[in-house]
């Protein structure tokens, strides 16, 4: 099993429309998107999102939720 490291976290590229970026406990990301989304903050982890659509509101869920998700990162297939 491998281990992603934080900085390998961080190193990666953000998908395309993703604005914020918030890292998780366990590595996993919490993305922000563009403001016209109807979901602009999804957690890459455990694969919840924001149910407010105001970016301010988003923003906060997002980083509220990657302080206590433990979930781990979904894996990357080939």
């Not at 491998?2 to 998780?24: F, H, N, Q």
């Amino acid at each position: 099993m491998t281990e992603t490291t934080t900085a390998e976290a961080v190193e990666t590229a953000w998908p395309e429309g993703v604005d914020l970026r918030y890292l998780t406990l366990v590595g996993a990301t919490v993305d922000l998107y563009d403001a016209d989304e109807s979901h602009p903050a999804a957690c890459l982890g455990c694969g919840d999102s924001a149910s407010e659509t105001d970016w301010h509101q988003a923003k906060a869920w997002a980083q509220s939720h990657a302080e206590r998700c433990r979930a781990l990162p979904r894996p990357t297939t080939a």
